[in-house]
Nanobody, 125 residues
Framework: QVQLVESGGGLVQAGGSLRLSCAVS????????MGWFRQAPGKEREFVSL????????KYQDSLKGRFTISRDNTKNTVFLQMNSLKPEDTAVYSC??????????????????WGQGTQVTVSS
């Protein structure tokens, strides 16, 4: 059974930082492209970032470049999202997702086979 478990969310003031983690089990992690998505109240889910199987290639939502950094540790089956200079508009439930086929640049959530339950990030002004 494949499981993705996020952690690291919480309440932070604007300008602060959080580091999200997503621990994966039941999947050949090193073969999967990993992504982060978020969904704010009343809004559709949106792409945040992705990282290739080996961690060499990354992609970000344009508006997040320079503030968010994705990384992975294939020895620990974990993907991370470092979020700096957080803004109130970053408030959302953040979910990690796995594309077991290891596709290149799957920014559409439809390409992902497995999802975590999400972790709440709230940024106060």
């Amino acid at each position: 059974q494949v499981q993705l478990v996020e952690s690291g969310g919480g309440l932070v003031q604007a300008g602060g930082s959080l580091r999200l983690s997503c621990a994966v089990s039941g999947l050949t992690f090193s073969s999967a492209t990993m992504g982060w998505f978020r969904q704010a109240p009343g809004k559709e889910r949106e792409f945040v970032s992705l990282i290739s199987r080996g961690g060499i290639n990354t992609k970000y939502q344009d508006s997040l470049k320079g503030r968010f950094t994705i990384s992975r540790d294939n020895t620990k089956n974990t993907v991370f999202l470092q979020m700096n200079s957080l803004k109130p508009e970053d408030t959302a439930v953040y979910s990690c997702a796995a594309d077991r086929w290891g596709r290149l640049n799957p920014i559409d959530g439809l390409y992902y086979d497995y999802w975590g339950q999400g972790t709440q990030v709230t940024v106060s002004s």
